[in-house]
């Protein structure tokens, strides 16, 4: 390995590092999984330690995009606008198990599954996921953050 | 007031016209011919014995696989009427075929009727006329059928965006 290379990885490491310890979520909240986005958001599991403490109310200014409740058809335009609306480097998390995959939700009105309008990194599954689920899918990530290419 | 005694006047008020009339455990209702159904309503609203200021729900039943009910009139049509000053609330019903799924619109009568009758257009596309602004209300202009007739296939999807699956 030249030094060249060795710099760069280095490089990688160390933003990829702050990058895994900011993450600025927007809460894309439209269902009852909200209460328990709520809850792991107070300062009981403190999700602060893991450097997400703070969300951001507009998708201009988020990494991740936080999809927290069903989503139905005529919502979905919305939501594809807003992840478009986030700057790279972004990510998406599903939140329970209607954004996962529909849910029990098989009708008419609900979307099955949101990777099929936009890509996925962390899927949480539950109905809805326990707070300790949610951490454990916010450390996922930020592996993935940490292990990814670093584009700057 | 009692609600046998509301059925009474009911009938005193409109005879003939109130086709049928039923008492299940403590829920009366009446189900009137289309033509009588606006004036049932405004006799409702505005008999000050029976003074039915509130229009609580208006929504529908697809009797088409309904058993026993296959052959009669496909919708019925359900208005729920209480009253704030006696308490005591009744159940209307008007049934239409699907060939001339049509009633009258209460928006005159109560504000509210507005979205109640879009959602029951938007879900059975059962129309309301005279209504001011008959759009759908929960679903998309897009949407193609109306989800809650019990023909609609449970498995067709209509997504804006992403796969038609």
Known sequence: MGVGAFFTGKLDEAIGWARKYSIFQYPFVTACCG???????????????????????????????????????KMAPVLKRIYDQMCEPKWVVAFGVCTCTGGFYNNYATVQGIDTIIPVDVYIPGCPPRPESVIDGLMKLQDKIAAGAQRF | MDGGAILARLVERFREAVLER????????????????????????DDPAL??????????????????????????????LYSTEHNHRL????????????????????????????????????????HPDLR??????????????????????????????
């Not at chain 2, 509130?54 to 359900?78: K, W």
């Not at chain 2, 008007?94 to 005159?108: F, L």
């Not at chain 2, 009568?109 to 879900?123: K, Q, S, T, Y």
């Open chain 2, 136 to 165: 759908r209300l929960l679903l998309y202009e897009e949407f193609i059928g109306h989800p809650l007739r019990k023909d609609y296939p449970i498995e067709r999807r209509q997504p804006l965006i992403g796969p038609k699956v």
């Open chain 1, 35 to 73: 209460m328990e986005y709520m809850a792991t958001a107070c300062s009981h599991y403190d999700v602060d330690r893991f450097g997400a403490g703070l969300p951001r109310f507009s998708p201009r200014q988020a990494d991740v995009l936080f999809v927290v409740g069903t989503i139905s058809h």
């Open chain 2, 91 to 130: 159940r209307l019903k008007v049934r239409v075929e699907e060939e001339d799924a049509r009633v009258p619109t209460a928006t005159g009568l109560w504000p509210i009727a507005n979205w109640l009758e879009r959602e029951v257009w938007d879900m059975f596309g059962v129309r309301f006329e005279g």
């Open chain 2, 51 to 80: 003074a039915f200021d509130m229009l609580v729900d208006v929504t529908a039943v697809d009797c088409l696989v309904l058993p026993g009910r296959e052959d009669g009139p496909r919708f019925e049509i359900v208005y729920h």
């Open chain 2, 22 to 45: 039923h008492d299940f455990r403590g829920d009366h209702t009446a189900v009137t011919a289309r033509g009588t159904i606006l004036d049932a309503l405004a006799f409702c609203r």
